[in-house]
């Protein structure tokens, strides 16, 4: 079994729910692993580190333990997933510096980032860590099975909620092909 360290956001029915009222009853339902950010009203977020033997089955596991809690909250986004340079700093256990050093002497090769506002860059951390990987560094493998799923859910989220016309769907897949 492996130790999967991910966080669930949820977005509550009630937007005026204190969302710490559901504090001991999701303790009780199992999530005695995880952290409760309660911060603000109407979402609740989980940071969990869960034992299990894949990173869906740790996730599934924690949303189910959630929905028997709050069965009306939507699960709305999944982390780790989305990293600027410092987290990826972080999480490879070097400087800033280190990082972009490496972005810039593997620009041919270096995972896209998926947005830049001018200032800083971001980046889907599942890329990151298979480019690392692929590189002959050592990663947590743990890491990268959640990253890669958060990652897909995300999309998956993201993608149901735009407006779903089909021309623009095709249009679109016509030029990522």
Known sequence: MNEYDF??????ADHKADPSIYEDRLFEAGCDDALLGIGQRG???LDFIRSSNSAIEAVYSAVEN???????????Y?????????????????????????KKSHIDTFPFPINS??????????????????????????????????????????????????????????LVS
């Not at 809690?69 to 709305?76: A, C, F, N, Q």
């Not at 780790?80 to 800033?96: F, L, N, Q, W, Y």
Request: with cysteine; proline share 2%.
């Open 7 to 12: 966080a669930l956001h949820f977005k509550l």
């Open 43 to 45: 979402y609740i977020g």
């Open 66 to 76: 959630v929905k028997s809690v709050i069965p009306d909250s939507e699960l709305y």
């Open 78 to 102: 999944i982390s780790p997933d989305v990293v600027g340079i410092s987290e990826i700093a972080t999480i490879m256990k070097c400087t800033r510096q280190n990082i972009l050093k490496l």
């Open 117 to 174: 506002d001018g200032k800083s860059l971001n980046w889907h951390l599942a890329q990151v860590l298979k480019w690392y990987q692929s590189n002959g560094k050592s990663i947590d493998t743990a890491l990268l099975e959640v990253a890669e799923f958060a990652m897909q859910f995300n999309l998956e989220k993201q993608n149901k909620s735009v407006n779903s016309d089909n021309n623009l769907k095709e249009k679109a897949v016509a």
